[in-house]
């Protein structure tokens, strides 16, 4: 699935760690810190962390576990007048590297000899960590379930667990001197780990200079697949408004508006839902084949922690991809609709025209 190629390709760098990782998000694993910390709520620490990652200056490698196979990166991230500077690199001989100014992303894919660029929410860490916002407090359990030394470091274990079986939960390492995560799990709603990364290294590095965010790998002879322009004026399927039905509890849209993808002639329409935690992407296009009753399942697909579903309606494919259990995505693909439907013969934008 075409939708997928951007999604998945960040979503693969994106962090969790060195060793085989113990079952369970809720159930402490390592000795007991000794030291009284500030007194705070778990959802404050949460915001800690969350603020540490979007202003600070660091630099740190971690090694991301998932499936049984292990992978080191390097995250260096810069707040600096203003405007986030950060830089992923895989460190085992992919040559992977994600680079951040601003909101502006770049992926380059050695492997594939490609570079991939789009605009991103300049707050969104590389790494993965999750945002906790005040909409996914009902969703989920927060609670402090250990203190811990990690590192030589005093830590606060904080377990974010999903009241239900469509969203992951997480469990979090929180520095309680810097408020950085050093270790996070991704957890199903069993407390089975999904994913875990753990920091082998962390600075916080007062300042960061300009060439460390310039990228290593050489790109001659790559393809440029860009998805950074500014928003489209329409889209094929831009004569309907597209909505969800039904959602499972808890999510609801966040935005609505057409985009491009890699290796897409035409925009499509997208739309994204969120709890205030886990976030599904959906893009809906155009189909070549099928009638106006044609309702049928075009493929869903699992990659680690990602989920993706694709089914056809009157002649649009729709596709749905996030860091959610595959009923979740599966839930709200077959839930959009177009509040003004309209048949893809009968769209006249240039764009249609042109599928």
């Known amino acids: 699935m075409r939708a997928l190629a951007l999604a998945w390709a960040v979503a693969a760098a994106g962090a969790l760690a ?6 369970g998000c809720a159930a402490p694993g390592d000795s007991p810190a000794h030291k009284t910390a500030p007194a705070a709520t778990p959802a404050e620490w949460l915001e800690r962390m969350n603020r540490a990652l979007t202003t600070r200056n660091y630099d740190g490698t971690f090694s991301h576990w998932q499936g049984g ?3 080191t990166l390097r995250i260096i991230h810069r707040l600096q007048d203003g405007k986030v500077s950060e830089r992923l690199v895989s460190l085992d001989g992919s040559g992977r590297e994600f680079i951040r100014t601003g909101s502006s992303l770049a992926c380059y894919l050695p492997d594939r000899r490609t570079v991939l660029v789009e605009q991103r929410p300049a707050e969104e860490s590389l790494a993965g960590f999750p945002a906790v916002n005040s909409q996914a407090a009902g969703n989920y359990d927060i609670r402090e379930v250990a203190r811990m030394r990690l590192n030589r470091r005093d830590t606060h274990v904080i377990s974010v667990a999903p009241r239900d079986e469509f969203r992951y939960g997480y469990r979090l390492w929180i520095d309680e001197s810097t408020a950085m995560p050093l270790k996070s799990q991704l957890c199903d709603s069993d407390g089975h780990v999904i994913e875990q990364l753990v920091f082998a290294s962390l600075t916080m590095a007062a300042h960061i200079p300009d ?19 500014a928003p489209l004026a329409a889209s094929p399927a831009s ?6 039905l039904k959602l499972p509890p808890g999510f609801r849209m966040m935005m609505r508006g057409p985009q491009t993808l890699p290796g897409s ?7 994204v839902f969120s709890d205030g935690l886990a976030a599904v992407s959906v893009f809906v296009e155009t189909h ?36 959610v259990p595959p009923a979740t995505v ?11 439907a309209t048949t893809p013969a009968a769209a006249t934008t240039p764009a249609a025209s042109r599928r």
Do not use: C, M
């Open 265 to 271: 002639a035409a925009p499509v329409d997208h739309l």
């Open 18 to 23: 060195a060793h085989a990782p113990s079952r």
């Open 239 to 244: 004569a309907a408004v597209w909505s969800a």
């Open 211 to 229: 060439s460390a965010f310039r990228p290593e790998v050489s790109t001659d002879g790559f393809q440029w697949l860009r998805n950074d322009a």
């Open 330 to 340: 599966r839930f709200i693909a077959t839930q959009v609709r177009a509040e003004a």
């Open 69 to 71: 196979t292990v992978e």
């Open 288 to 323: 070549a084949a099928g009638g106006p009753d044609e309702v049928a399942e075009v493929r869903s697909a699992r990659v680690g922690s990602s989920s993706a579903f694709s089914t056809v309606l009157n002649g649009y494919k729709i596709t749905a991809v996030g860091e």
